[in-house]
């Protein structure tokens, strides 16, 4: 039987390259998103695709979009949380309206979607679970205060989870790209800070300049990725976590790095904290 994979944000960027993938692999494909013509159109038309309305930030669309999944295929194999934003800026000069939208969209959308669909995997017995998360998942970023925030969160809810539904043969993956050529650094992903604080202003106007430079200037292949997700499906069981890219690599050796540096400097010291037993007395 063919797998059906289900995938948020598939109209275009990532999640289009990840859809197209997993039809020419010779899957059947839920692709969905806020705008089905979009879809529709940026996938063409295959009589294993099913495309369905999504908007990952709301609970109700998300169980219309697993029933649709199941009733239309019966099961559920693969799930890809990958629908995406970027509000960008130092934290005092975001909204707390954009603060809200980027947990929404990044940590608490693929957390609706993951939960519409777990009690018909716990039912089969099987199913995998893929977040797209981000190196800002990794290390904090200058200037992505809201986004990593909701990568930090992704990755430590998704580690959380693969440890509550292992037992019913279920599997997680986070997924930590560095930077491909997507759709995430365009007017119609990324927003900046609402607010201008005067004490951030020069280094607003660099920041922004280089996010707004960094758009259709990034090394990585979307496609290359999305064909990796493929490969790694077929493994005999999914990595915990899946390092894409030469510069997320690099990322996460230097994060290794200070973490080792930190504890040697402070070994003595964190080793030191536990309540001492009290002397005995014979």
């Known amino acids: 039987m063919k797998k059906v994979w289900f995938i948020t944000g598939a109209g275009r960027g990532m999640g289009l390259h990840i859809a197209k993938a997993a039809l020419a692999a010779g899957y059947q494909v839920v692709a969905t998103g806020r705008d089905t013509d979009k879809v529709s159109e ?17 609970a109700a669309d998300a169980d219309a979009a697993a029933h649709a999944t199941l009733k239309r295929f019966g099961r559920i194999d693969v799930l890809v949380n990958n ?18 939208n980027q ?7 693929p957390m609706n979607v993951t939960r519409a669909f777990l009690p018909a995997m716990r039912e089969q017995k099987r199913g995998k679970v893929i977040s797209i998360s981000s190196t800002a998942g990794i290390v904090g970023y200058e200037f992505c ?3 990593s925030a909701s990568k930090f ?23 930590n ?6 759709e995430l650094l365009t007017k119609d992903s990324t927003q900046y800070a609402e607010f201008t604080i005067d004490d951030y202003r020069e280094r607003r106007a660099a920041q922004e300049a280089f996010w707004t430079g960094a758009n259709g200037t990034q090394s990585g292949d979307p496609a290359k990725l999305a064909q990796a997700l493929i490969q790694l499906d077929k493994e005999e069981k999914l990595p915990r976590r899946f390092l894409a890219g030469a510069d997320a690599v690099a990322t996460a ?10 504890i040697e400097a402070y070994r003595n010291l964190s080793s030191s904290l536990a309540i001492e037993a009290p002397l005995h007395e014979d």
């Open 42 to 58: 940026a996938i063409g038309a295959s009589d294993d695709l099913l495309v369905v309305k999504l908007d990952v930030t709301s």
């Open 83 to 100: 629908a995406a934003s970027f509000n960008a800026g130092y934290f005092e000069e975001l909204s707390q309206r954009q603060v809200d």
């Open 103 to 109: 947990l929404a969209t990044s940590l608490l959308g």
């Open 145 to 147: 205060t809201a986004y």
């Open 153 to 175: 969160g992704l990755d430590g809810w998704m580690e959380a989870l693969q440890i509550e539904v292992e037992p019913f043969g279920i599997e997680t993956m986070i997924v």
């Open 177 to 182: 790209p560095g930077f491909f050529r997507t």
């Open 253 to 262: 050796e230097q994060k290794i790095e200070v973490l080792r540096q930190q």
